[in-house]
């Protein structure tokens, strides 16, 4: 079970990384979007390099044996996995790296390290894999000391309901493991965010992730049957309910919280049975509009494919999955109980009704072929990126939204035109905005934007944040959400701000001084503190 | 346009009501349960009898307007439709009609009615349909004045969205209202309480009421894209999403809120279109948990059928479904777009591996006929027995919830039994207890129970209390939640607060107290006022 310790940069573990075919890939993609043959390179931090401030608290003598102050361990701790934490971490800044961390056994660790953050007035981030790309666990600059509670020893099922099909989860468990100690009784919670290697069903639940599903259970949301959170006012949990009409769900004040009311320590989970049956493959349409309006459709037909993800043409192409000529929409269906066909063959007509040309339809793994196979393997393998380009100057990043069909369109050519204009006006040259589908519902899409620019050493962090404002600008302008699944931690607190209405921070605000009277947990994370 | 008034005693307008047959048939059933020949009747309430006291406010000139001191409108919003209501109003108890009742015509009204009960001192009470079964619409006893706001003047569809399927409609329109205006756009809610004539859109999502969809869109909820609420702190409106990951969902704080944050003024609606093709039909099972475990595995299949409930023995006899002897699964798949073969050939083989015998499966209005036929007409007119059974000294009611799978079985004894029990020794004899789901999750059922006992004209509301209070204690004891789609109300506190965890509370009252500083939404309703 001894794994190897997470990285102080870069995704995931010590020893794991792009391959070199994989780097290789990927730079000749930039050097013919860039025009360029070569980028010039700066080091990557090591551990030696890093000069971490004297903590600024101690933990009582009751909480030591739970409690780091090794440099590795803060300094793991101090940065997501975002652009702004890459750029940060490559110019050694780890200011924010935390006094302490705390490495909780149990809920009485988790109280007592809350009464003894909430006591000495220190900020407490609690951390599940520390996968956040919108500053969700980095410590606040501007508090008097900062405990990050990672949840990391928190990581069993304990207790499995086969005939209901749900299964009492800890929080701090890791998306593979989940998956292992499931796997023996015939089960899957079948969420699998890009993330999943690398961040936890706590961390799922406080940020509302996106999942396995392109339709109908999108959202970890759905899979929560009941919640165990302890706050610094006490320790709740919700009843065990398939469905319940008794007031305003509790477990739906949780979800989404970004630890600001706090700690989810467990959940009872529904789960599924593993899939038997699989019917699918990838689809090519003319262009991304004409994929968009099939996937509208299909949408809309009750048929719920698993996957139903489209890929504008540039997407398609810099994933391998295609030329660059047309768009892809990758299509599957999966069951546990019965064959798919029908579902298939219905969803082969509508995208036919749309000159959709099905590439290997048919065949029982046809998902993982051609270019659905090329895209699955590419999207898994995507985070090991950032470590590699960022340091060569390369600004890429994601953002994704919401919004309901019939604003779709000019929404996208406006979130696209407006990033682009911005990495013109930013880096002094064209850059390239893709755009796919995530998640779809009967009244919208989830449209996810990739973008890339050429940048420059030492002005990496502003051209960056002058291309995310103006995109996050005309998402929020254009009526969408500024997060789908990424949340909002503290990168995206500006635009969530404008979204949601004041008089529900006022009420969540109300909320979070009941349970958490002394502003300890995450403070300015979602609202002010 | 000009509707009949709602009645003052028993269900939806008046000139409406059981026919004859329905009524004799209803009476023959009784009879034979509790082997009489008759019942005592007393007689019901008319306007004449009715004495109410004189208002205790006057309303500002500025809303004389669409303010009314009318007898019968005080009288008409005094009592929601459950069996203490109609019990206080056969004892012509009106004590709880409001001193006002307001009409607002926009949201405008809304605020300036809030402003003046807070500066009056009075309780604002929500009202949609008035359906409420748990005292969800009656005026606080202890309140110094009360106003009752209702909303049926906000009665239109304003918008509609075709291709994203939603629709922005006011919270006052009426189920068939609703339905109607929706109809020549091929647009449809499909979502069929059953209080659907009677009952609001405002009220469906203030209550988290169930609906038409025996799985998956069961609540209300899951249809709610955005909301507009009017609050004593101002209003609010949350974004047209068709999924979001932003912080926990604005909506989902209001959804089940019953009207102690805010008044629902309109939502954007997710709709279907409407279906075209059918498959279904009756399904008979040798005895309930036999249909139970059947329904499990179907509920597990992800194959998502309209309508799956099942019937006990008894229930089916009741409503004349069947003749005592089996119980009977009510099975319908619905679709817009396909033909439901496949679906309803898998369905059959899982009821068929549990001996289930379908009765008229195949034909495409099967669902209209036999004994599923019979079961849906019989729900549809069954709130109007209450009138007519209560002054005979009949204490019929029912009272619904949800249990994960592994727990059902147990838990419906345990219930039915304490139940039974509580008839025999608050009647001094056996009454009769019937178990059908009315929504199913792949966790877990929801049962509805229905319970039947003799009264004595005097003691009825003690009596009904005891049976209650049994009943309720039962459920909660064995973990279910005390309503799955009936709401709290002030009836089902007590057991309420057993069931959320204490900390939800809290956090809930601090959120009331931003929205609502004087308190003057719903006192009592969920939470302390």
């Known amino acids: 079970m001894a794994q190897a310790r997470l990285k102080i940069f870069g995704w995931g573990r010590e020893g794991e990384g792009m391959t070199a075919e994989e780097e290789s890939f990927s730079l000749g993609i930039h050097r013919r979007r860039f025009g360029v043959a070569d980028f010039p390179s700066i080091p990557t931090p090591t551990l030696a390099d890093i000069r971490l401030r004297a903590p600024r608290i101690a933990p009582p003598a009751a909480l030591a044996g739970i409690c780091s102050i090794d440099t590795h361990d803060r300094a793991a701790h101090a940065h997501g996995k975002g652009f702004t934490d890459a750029i940060r971490a490559l110019s050694n800044d780890f200011a924010s790296a935390p006094d302490v961390v705390a490495y909780p056994q149990n809920e009485q660790d988790i109280a007592a390290v809350m009464d003894w953050a909430g006591g000495a007035g220190a900020a407490l981030i609690p951390f599940g894999g520390g996968s956040s790309v919108v500053g969700g666990v980095t410590p606040p600059a501007n508090a008097k000391a900062t405990i990050t509670l990672d949840l990391d020893r928190l990581n069993k099922v304990l207790e499995i309901d086969r005939t209901s099909r749900a299964a009492r989860i800890q929080a701090g468990i890791f998306g593979p493991d989940l998956e292992n100690q499931l796997r023996p009784h015939g089960l ?288 929020i302008d254009g009526g969408g959400t500024i997060t789908h699944h990424h949340a909002v931690g503290r990168e995206h607190r500006p635009w969530y701000d404008r979204q949601r209405p004041d008089l529900f921070a006022a009420a969540l605000t109300a909320a979070k001084q009941a349970l958490d009277p002394r502003g300890v947990l995450n403070p300015g994370v979602l609202i002010d503190p």
Chains 1, 2 share one sequence.
């Open 188 to 475: 899957t919670l079948r969420h699998f965010p890009q993330s999943f290697e690398f961040s936890t069903l706590g961390g799922w639940i406080a940020t509302r992730s996106g999942g396995h599903y392109a339709t109908l259970y999108t959202h970890i949301d759905d899979f929560v049957e009941s919640l165990r959170v302890v706050t610094p006012a006490g320790t709740l949990e919700s009843r065990r309910l398939p469905g319940s009409g008794a007031g305003p769900s509790p477990d739906r004040m949780f979800i989404g919280s970004e630890g600001i009311l706090g700690v989810i320590t467990e959940a009872w989970m529904r789960l599924q049975n593993r899939p038997k049956f699989r019917a699918g493959g990838a689809v090519r349409f003319k262009d991304f509009f004409t994929a968009a309006r099939a996937l509208r459709v299909l949408s809309q037909t009750g048929l719920y494919p698993s996957n139903c993800r489209i890929l504008d043409a540039e997407e398609a192409f810099n994933t391998g999955a295609a030329d660059g000529s047309v768009a892809i929409m990758v299509l599957a269906f999966e069951s546990a109980d019965h064959p798919l066909d029908a579902w298939q063959a219905r969803a082969l007509e509508v995208v036919r009704d749309f000159g959709g040309e099905p590439e290997t339809a048919g065949r029982p793994d046809a998902h993982r072929e051609g270019a659905a196979g090329q895209w699955r393997n590419a999207f898994i393998r995507m985070p090991y990126g950032r470590e590699k380009m960022t340091p060569r100057g390369i600004v890429s990043d994601t953002f994704e939204t919401a919004i309901t069909w019939e604003r779709f369109e000019a929404f996208h050519d406006n979130v696209k035109a407006a990033t682009e204009r911005a990495i013109r006006d930013a880096t002094g040259r064209p850059g390239q905005v893709t755009c796919r589908f995530t998640h779809v519902y009967p009244d919208g899409p989830a449209p996810y934007f990739s973008f890339h620019a050429l940048g420059r050493h030492g002005a990496l962090m502003e051209q960056w944040q002058a291309i995310k404002t103006a995109a996050s600008d005309a998402v």
